[in-house]
């Protein structure tokens, strides 16, 4: 499965909006993306999922383009409490590849008052 | 409340001793997978189930055993513990083994091996 590739940190500030980027240049046409927020202390909780073009949800939206080859997390007005590691995940909709998909290091991003 | 659970949370071992940290899920999830965290860093995948009876090997198997004797359970063995095995473990479930829909992860076991 497509090697993922994030920054390794980002710095915000209280109410910007925040845009994580994730490389995924070998991703597959079956392929799709998620995305995973964790806190320190606990486990990674799932945030988003899509295919192609845009979702969104009561957390986060994730914007893919046409060629699939990066996706964008995009957290609206953050706040202190979205500090957390952000990891971009590439999965198969095959149970034959159960178990292939590997997190990267993550992106952690800093929210300042 | 639905979801994974681990226990311990914490449990401190001596080098060469043996022990099984406990993962259940209530969600009747067909895949259940066990991760470890070492400090800032990412998971990497220890093993893995896609039902019971069937395991399989991920990125770093060796010092673990598991086993899947129902679809609840999934119990991380660590056979003779070594300080390099100091790290956090997570486990975790998904409806499939294809994990489009997420995995949910359980609170983690922090071990310390001295």
């Known amino acids: 499965l497509a090697k993922t590739t ?5 710095d915000s500030y209280e109410g910007q909006e ?3 980027t994730c490389s995924h240049n070998n991703i597959a ?4 993306i998620t995305w995973y927020q964790q806190f320190p202390s606990q486990g990674p909780r ?22 699939r080859k990066s996706s964008t997390l995009s957290l609206p007005r953050v706040s202190l409490s979205d500090t957390a590691v952000y990891y971009c995940l590439v ?13 990267g290091d993550g992106t952690t991003l800093t929210v300042k008052p | 409340n639905a979801g994974v659970t681990q ?17 259940a899920q209530d969600m009747n999830h ?39 004797s129902t679809t609840e359970d999934f119990p991380l063995r660590l056979l003779s513990a070594a300080p390099s095995q100091t790290s956090v473990y997570f486990c975790a479930s998904s409806r499939s083994g294809t994990a489009i829909y ?13």
């Open chain 1, 6 to 10: 994030q920054p390794i940190s980002m």
């Open chain 1, 18 to 20: 925040v845009n994580i």
């Open chain 1, 29 to 32: 046409t079956n392929d799709y």
């Open chain 1, 46 to 67: 799932f945030i988003i999922q899509g295919y192609k073009t845009k979702v969104t949800n009561e957390v986060a939206s994730l914007f893919i383009p046409a060629d």
């Open chain 1, 91 to 103: 999965v198969t909709p095959s149970n034959t590849n159960a178990g292939k998909s590997t997190f």
């Open chain 2, 7 to 23: 226990t311990p949370k914490f449990q401190v071992l001596k080098t060469g001793q043996s022990m099984t940290l406990q993962c």
């Open chain 2, 30 to 68: 067909e895949y259940m997978s066990w991760y470890r965290q070492d400090p800032g860093m990412g998971l990497r995948l220890i093993h893995y189930s896609v039902g019971a009876g069937i395991t399989d090997q991920g990125e770093v198997p060796n010092g673990y055993n598991v086993s899947r």
């Open chain 2, 102 to 114: 997420g995995y949910t992860f359980g609170s983690g076991t922090r071990l310390t091996v001295v």
